[in-house]
Protein backbone atom coordinates (compact mmCIF):
# COMPACT_ATOMS: atom_id res chain seq x y z
CA UNK A 1 0.00 0.00 0.00
CA UNK A 2 2.87 2.32 1.20
CA UNK A 3 4.27 1.77 -1.99
CA UNK A 4 1.39 2.79 -3.87
CA UNK A 5 0.95 5.85 -2.93
CA UNK A 6 5.00 7.05 -2.53
CA UNK A 7 6.04 9.22 -5.45
CA UNK A 8 2.79 9.69 -7.13
CA UNK A 9 2.59 13.28 -8.54
CA UNK A 10 -0.42 15.23 -10.44
CA UNK A 11 -1.02 17.86 -12.67
CA UNK A 12 -3.82 19.61 -14.33
CA UNK A 13 -5.15 20.37 -17.28
CA UNK A 14 -7.52 23.12 -18.33
CA UNK A 15 -8.27 23.31 -21.94
CA UNK A 16 -4.70 22.79 -24.10
CA UNK A 17 -3.06 24.37 -20.84
CA UNK A 18 -0.93 21.85 -18.16
CA UNK A 19 -0.05 22.72 -14.82
CA UNK A 20 3.91 21.85 -13.61
CA UNK A 21 3.41 18.66 -11.79
CA UNK A 22 3.23 18.77 -8.02
CA UNK A 23 3.65 15.43 -5.34
CA UNK A 24 0.38 14.17 -3.66
CA UNK A 25 1.10 14.55 -0.25
CA UNK A 26 -2.23 13.22 1.48
CA UNK A 27 -5.18 11.23 -0.13
CA UNK A 28 -5.90 8.68 -3.06
CA UNK A 29 -5.17 9.12 -6.19
CA UNK A 30 -8.26 9.50 -8.33
CA UNK A 31 -9.18 7.21 -11.06
CA UNK A 32 -7.64 4.20 -10.40
CA UNK A 33 -9.01 0.65 -10.04
CA UNK A 34 -8.63 0.54 -6.45
CA UNK A 35 -9.20 4.39 -5.36
CA UNK A 36 -12.57 3.87 -4.12
CA UNK A 37 -11.30 0.97 -1.99
CA UNK A 38 -8.63 3.08 -0.99
CA UNK A 39 -11.06 6.13 -0.08
CA UNK A 40 -12.90 3.97 1.77
CA UNK A 41 -9.94 2.38 3.74
CA UNK A 42 -9.12 6.32 4.53
CA UNK A 43 -12.06 7.56 5.94
CA UNK A 44 -12.69 3.96 8.21
CA UNK A 45 -11.97 6.10 11.09
CA UNK A 46 -13.80 9.11 10.71
CA UNK A 47 -16.19 9.56 13.81
CA UNK A 48 -19.65 8.54 14.58
CA UNK A 49 -21.90 11.39 16.11
CA UNK A 50 -21.84 10.97 19.50
CA UNK A 51 -25.44 12.18 19.68
CA UNK A 52 -28.41 9.65 18.67
CA UNK A 53 -29.89 12.50 16.69
CA UNK A 54 -26.90 13.53 14.13
CA UNK A 55 -26.54 11.11 11.50
CA UNK A 56 -23.83 10.49 9.53
CA UNK A 57 -24.42 9.88 5.87
CA UNK A 58 -21.52 9.29 2.86
CA UNK A 59 -21.27 8.34 -0.28
CA UNK A 60 -18.72 7.77 -2.37
CA UNK A 61 -16.66 11.37 -1.38
CA UNK A 62 -19.88 13.11 -0.55
CA UNK A 63 -21.27 13.58 2.85
CA UNK A 64 -24.41 14.84 4.42
CA UNK A 65 -24.64 15.60 8.76
CA UNK A 66 -28.31 15.54 9.63
CA UNK A 67 -30.28 16.24 12.83
CA UNK A 68 -33.41 16.78 14.39
CA UNK A 69 -34.74 17.94 17.50
CA UNK A 70 -35.33 21.35 19.01
CA UNK A 71 -33.32 24.18 17.30
CA UNK A 72 -31.43 25.16 20.45
CA UNK A 73 -30.19 21.56 20.77
CA UNK A 74 -29.31 21.06 17.46
CA UNK A 75 -26.87 23.96 17.02
CA UNK A 76 -25.11 22.66 20.05
CA UNK A 77 -25.07 19.28 19.10
CA UNK A 78 -23.98 19.64 15.53
CA UNK A 79 -21.24 22.02 16.35
CA UNK A 80 -20.54 20.17 18.31
CA UNK A 81 -20.13 17.45 15.96
CA UNK A 82 -18.35 19.37 13.24
CA UNK A 83 -15.35 20.52 15.85
CA UNK A 84 -14.31 16.50 16.54
CA UNK A 85 -14.96 15.73 12.58
CA UNK A 86 -12.87 19.16 11.69
CA UNK A 87 -10.19 17.68 14.12
CA UNK A 88 -10.04 14.50 11.80
CA UNK A 89 -9.73 16.09 8.82
CA UNK A 90 -6.98 18.31 10.00
CA UNK A 91 -5.23 14.94 11.69
CA UNK A 92 -5.58 13.49 8.07
CA UNK A 93 -4.86 16.63 5.96
CA UNK A 94 -8.95 16.10 4.27
CA UNK A 95 -9.88 19.95 2.70
CA UNK A 96 -12.84 20.59 2.53
CA UNK A 97 -14.04 22.62 -0.36
CA UNK A 98 -16.05 25.30 1.26
CA UNK A 99 -18.01 26.48 -1.98
CA UNK A 100 -19.69 23.36 -2.24
CA UNK A 101 -21.15 23.49 1.87
CA UNK A 102 -24.06 24.04 2.59
CA UNK A 103 -26.41 24.37 5.72
CA UNK A 104 -30.00 23.86 5.47
CA UNK A 105 -32.53 24.67 8.35
CA UNK A 106 -36.42 22.83 7.76
CA UNK A 107 -38.72 24.47 10.17
CA UNK A 108 -42.65 23.36 10.96
CA UNK A 109 -43.43 26.79 12.20
Given at each position: ?59 AVDTAITSTGASNNITKDL ?31
Amino acid sequence: MATYLRGRRFAVRVGSNLSSERAIAAGVVQGSKVGPKMFNIYINDIPSPRNCSIRLCLFAVDTAITSTGASNNITKDLNSYLDLLGKWMIKWKIKINTDKCQAVYFSGR
